[in-house]
């Protein structure tokens, strides 16, 4: 199997910034696509970021401009630089990963989730 670990979320003001992280680990056959989405309360979730393999990005109109999402392929690990946090970005953050493991057929992974809170 493969597990998806986030770090770096936590309380911040309006207008500063935060870096998540997530690290893929376990049997990885093969890591494809990465990426991030949020879920607010009371609301869906939603795609923030998504990064391939390749280093081709994907935004959420609400994010584009202040949010960079980039990946470590030789260690399985993405990152998302969030600037100009706004009241609005509010949510648990959820790491997402399109890989197989050893023996395994091609899934979606997330990860357990880390609170951004945004408050002044």
């Known amino acids: 199997q493969v597990q998806l670990v986030e770090s770096g979320g936590g309380l911040v003001q309006p207008g500063g910034s935060l870096r998540l992280s997530c690290a893929a680990s376990?049997?990885?056959?093969?890591?494809?696509?990465m990426g991030w989405y949020r879920q607010a309360p009371g609301k869906q979730r939603e795609l923030v970021a998504a990064?391939?393999?390749?280093?081709?990005?994907n935004y959420a109109d609400s994010v584009k401009g202040r949010f960079t999402i980039s990946r470590d392929n030789a260690e399985n690990t993405v990152y998302l630089q969030m600037n100009s946090l706004k009241l609005d970005d509010t949510a648990v953050y959820y790491c997402?990963?399109?890989?197989?493991?050893?023996?395994?057929?091609?899934?979606?992974?997330w990860g357990q989730g880390t609170q951004v809170t945004v408050s002044s």
């Open positions: 376990g049997s990885i056959f093969k890591i494809y696509a």
């Open positions: 990064i391939t393999s390749g280093d081709t990005t």
């Open positions: 997402n990963a399109d890989g197989r493991a050893i023996s395994a057929s091609r899934r979606d992974y």
